[in-house]
């Protein structure tokens, strides 16, 4: 869909009413049974959140905070609130992912291009993982004028942060919020992998969130029934190719800039804050099956996970939610 549509619409069928609109280079996707004088308000202010915390948190916008951190050369920058406390919640994540996530990785991925399919040369690749340590960001709170202000700044002038396997848990959080202040309790978000629910769907009935089937993009290999909860899924079959007969995925080792090796074609995981789920679903992804259900085990905030390997074969772990199959 064009990237400025917004359409509402509501179904007597389902009871629910619909919202589709394009943001963060994906279809966001909200619904609710609430009534429409609630819901259509509601809607529109996360949409306008969505395109607010876009305009922040993109790395490929000029005038973005994230942007113009990348292009300050080490000297500290101004940020909104927002940002900083993305920032700040994005390294705890990094911190206990033990090296598998690391939000300066855009040192890396700038040699990436998965739209054109080109390998980079393995020395740019070497030379950038020289700059990727999310130690070199700083954060720090200061006032002006009587306001106080807030600042991060690269110790590397050579990092480059990308925050796109953290921000949207963050954004899924605070819209849900929005929608709640909005007087909404019962509603569904989507914001292309990232999922929220809350409350229930008409006749009380729990809402149904797909594990997505790694071999067939429209195929899924079960559900999971859920109210109050966030499903993150990542995997290393959206942003993909081969070359040469190797294969290639977004996803990359901060310790060589290449596509982390990983036994899992993706990792489904559940928890009650969807910047929980969202936090720890790569360092999930790339520990594999194995060390990553025992990572879940040391982390009470993570309620389930669902490892998928290429064969479409489920393991999960502290799963009080068994997929219907």
Known sequence: MPSD?????????????????????????????????????AFARARDECHRFEGLFSRHRAHSD?????????????????TYHLLQAALLYCKKSRGRFDITIGAALRHWDFSEEIVPEPH????????????????????????????AQLLDSLAAVDVGGIAKGFIADSLTETLQSGGLENFLMN????????GLKPAGKLWRIGIQDPRSKE???????????????????????????????H??????????????????????????????????????????LAFAQEHPEIRAV?????????TSEKSGLDPVL
């Open 5 to 41: 549509e917004y359409v509402l619409c509501s179904s007597g069928e389902t009871g629910l009413t619909t919202a589709v609109f394009c943001a963060f280079n994906t279809v966001v996707t909200l619904q609710s049974p609430d009534g429409q004088k609630l819901v259509a308000p």
């Open 66 to 82: 994230i942007a113009r951190l990348n292009d300050a050369s080490g000297k500290a920058t101004e940020i909104h609130k927002d």
């Open 124 to 151: 740019l690749l070497e030379e950038a993982c020289c700059h990727v340590d999310w130690r070199a960001l700083e954060l720090f709170i200061g006032s002006a004028q009587g306001k106080t202000r807030y600042y």
């Open 191 to 198: 914001l292309g992998g990232n999922t929220v629910a809350r």
């Open 219 to 249: 195929g899924i290999l079960g559900t999971l029934e859920i109210t109050d909860a966030s499903v993150v899924t990542s995997g290393i079959y959206e942003r993909c190719f081969e070359n040469d007969g190797q294969y290639y995925h």
């Open 251 to 292: 996803i990359l080792d901060p310790k060589t800039g290449f596509s982390v090796a990983t036994d899992v074609a993706g990792v489904t995981v559940v928890a009650q804050k969807s910047l929980d789920a969202e936090g720890y679903s790569t360092t999930l992804l790339a520990l594999g099956a194995e060390a990553g």
């Open 306 to 314: 669902y490892y998928v390997d290429c064969l479409g074969r489920v």
